[in-house]
């Protein structure tokens, strides 16, 4: 109860602040088809990437249209980390796992002659920054484990109240990317269910979700850790253990979209070839269908990286796009905004290591 | 698209057989709060039950309520097998998996030697009933390994429309418990989003959750067989492998609840043991919650079992229920009506083996 008491002030500063850009509306209170005009897109230039998107909407929620596609049906699915939100120079998950282990590192003396933690406590996060998804959900699985769901829950919503990212000097929950969160307001005004498909501990990602993007946790599908349910002295618990379940990545996305949505998605936008199959899954269903990238080609307003990134690599994916039909969106010539307008209220204490090289 | 075809028109004609009683809608299109009462639930008897329930309905979503719960958070869990249709003498999915072994058995003449195919082969079906959910997926697993998820559904759907319970002599997919049927319409009017949670194939109850219960899709949480991603001259293709990957029963219900949900639910239903954690994890939350059983108790109309039976087994449950708070719901106090009165044109030929004992 107090964490959801805690949910809605945070829900209704943040109304408060971002009065001037999309406000994140909850998911399934869209309005009626036809409502909802390409207007919404304000942060997207007049290009080819936002004609496609307007078009196909148009396409598929156009009664008249034989290539109309009902309501029940219409699910899109994004990938989070460099779709949705920065990963550069590491994914804020990792940032988030690393501070944890700095504080815990005093109850776990082991962990100066173990790697990757003797790495990271003598401050050298070169190679864990490119460990991906893989390395930060086994070191969230080892610092975290023994804290239940809602002890983790509520050190996830303390942190993101208090860190920043260090460049853009803003907390991270102001990050989302503006075209993108336009999008989904777009696509929910039109009928769509929106999902989020992340390689990040599904616990994390939820906490954050429904203040950045209006997403509610039964529509966030990500990475999880083994739990132990747990009954004592009348007490229950789920606990978190030190081993990662499941990664949901590559082949796993389209797998687990199966599993929780069981249905094929209509749209899906991802950013890195980790992404790849969900568009393929995506794009292999009967009808129309709309698979995009987000490329990072904007090394002044956030990052340019592709091919031979460390993280978030996407190499296959650029020479496949062609002749697969998906949509490449161009950050720096598709978005003449990236993230919404700063409000100097909204900055907290930088608390993100800064050597990542 | 076919199967979209195919269960709209299943849907319409549904709706048509249906007008008499309570119709199956879409989750999601609720009304406003208000607006449903507790005439709804016309099935149920004037007793503690329904009272009860209406109650706890009326405590939470009542705006100037200490107790009310917003409308996001406000979840119903149900389980599946003897809550919403009944699960004797053998589970339906159990009656689906034989009927395929059958149809496959020329192929795997090793069955011949190898339990439980040789009892079942020789139609000696008591072990294999009192395998419960482990059982029937197993067998499931084994006998549908290498089909596509589409193939499997388009099987289960075509099965569904061709099969009936010996019994009752209609089809499955009319033999859900109208006062059941009757709770989750009210819940749904009241803003409340309602999930099944079974231990059954998730792909299985799925084919028949949305015509049978208006259940769509993503709200279906089940066991799960393992799949293979492949991508074979262009076609993707999600394949059922032989081998079970998750089995939603005991302990796993409420973690696969917070894995897929990832919120603890307000009210939940089951009927056996199996049921317990589910009912202990909503019961341990903050505020009120109502949890509940279904309690078999009319031989005449359904069926009557608890702590002794092979399947459904209800012991420690009724024992503990008092001291839990849990509500008891009597079949045959309780319910006016068990099934919805039947329709002659529904009823489709007998396909169950008859010989369980």
Known sequence: MIRSLHRYCIAFTVVLLSACSVTPRQDGGESQAGAATAATLASWNDTRAKRSIVDFVTLVTTPESKDFIPRADRIAVFDNDGTLWPEQPASVQLVFALQRVKTVAGRHPEWKRQEPFRSILKGNLRNVAASGDAGSMRLLATAHAGMTSEQFA????????????PRFNRPYADLAYQPMLELLAYLRANGFKTYLVTGGDVEFVREVAQRMYGIPPEQVIGSTVKYRYSQTNGAISLTRLAQVDT????????????????RRPVIAFGNADGDAPM??????????RLAALVHHTDAEREYQYDRTSKSGKLDKGLDEAGAKGWLVVDMKDDWNTVFKPASATTSAAASAPAHWA
């Open 154 to 165: 509520a050190l996830v919503h303390e942190w993101f109240d208090s860190s920043s990212d």
């Open 247 to 262: 990664l949901v990545d590559g082949a796993a996305k389209p797998l687990a979209i199966d599993r929780v949505i069981g």
């Open 279 to 288: 568009l393929e899954w995506t794009s292999a269903g009967d009808g129309p």
